[in-house]
């Protein structure tokens, strides 16, 4: 496809409110014009998270994530990208799911754990390419944008673009938008983030304890911003040229 088009709605999750965030995924779907080709919703968009055993009543199995995105998928006839809190066994993974319309799924789990998250969930081993409307495309997760390794090894592996699902904090939004042009720029490939915004991660009590940067983007092949938003729960619809990414690339020559 010469000129995809992706969309991020950016919105807030409630942490433990699965209906709720389902409920959330299916109507800002559905509102999307009808040119978007792929959606990306943040990390833990399905179930939100809390580092606590609370996290169990919430976390999903791959098949009922699977089940509940190729719906809206396939009513919209729109790829979806969504993270959630996947339950394997006894063992919770930060997960997301990349849906096509015809119910084909791809999963990643985060390789690379943020604070208290590791109190619960386990990392992932694998990196994970899937072909998306944008080309051969790089799922990673939040805090996996700091590791230069993983994304030279994007790079061998010759993707077109990166898809972040992020629940980067609001203290340090600055890094965020600084890594997913880093990361974009240093394997001369489109980057696509969905971030979450609002408040979350509440305690016990129920008081929120974090608050999420927003700020979901599209970067170019070159580093530079081309689109994004505050934090607002609006949506950011941008269409990607082919032909910017082979100019990039052709400019600075191979990036192997």
């Known amino acids: 496809m010469t000129h995809p088009t992706v969309a991020v709605p950016q919105l807030s999750v409630a942490d433990l409110d699965t209906a709720a965030n389902e409920a959330a995924i299916h109507e800002r779907t559905a509102a999307l014009p009808d040119s978007v080709d792929v959606a990306l919703f943040p990390e833990y968009a399905l179930t939100g998270f809390v580092s606590d055993t609370r996290a169990y009543s919430a976390a999903l199995t791959t098949a ?107 203290a340090h939004s600055e890094n965020w938008r600084l890594l997913c042009r880093a990361r974009a720029l240093d394997g001369v490939r489109w980057l696509v983030g969905a971030n979450r915004t609002g408040t979350g991660g509440t305690d016990r009590t129920g008081a929120a304890k974090s608050e999420y940067a927003g700020r979901s983007l599209v970067v170019r092949p070159d580093g530079a911003v081309a689109a994004a938003l505050n934090r607002d729960e609006r949506d950011l619809v941008w269409t990607l040229d082919s032909e910017v990414l082979a100019e990039q690339r052709a400019f600075v020559g191979s990036v192997d």
């Open 64 to 170: 009922q994530t699977t089940e509940t995105l190729s719906t809206v998928a396939a009513e919209n006839d729109v790829s979806v990208l969504a993270g959630y809190l996947e339950q394997a066994g006894e063992t919770l993974y930060n997960a997301v799911a990349y849906v096509r319309p015809d119910g084909v799924t791809t999963t990643y789990r985060k390789r690379h754990l943020w604070g208290d998250e590791a109190a619960v969930v386990t990392p992932g081993d694998e990196l994970v390419t899937v072909e998306t409307p944008v080309g051969k495309t790089g799922l990673l997760t939040c805090y996996d944008l700091n590791f230069v390794a993983d994304s030279a090894a994007m790079t061998e592996k010759g993707v077109d673009a990166l898809f972040v699902a992020g629940a980067w904090p609001a």
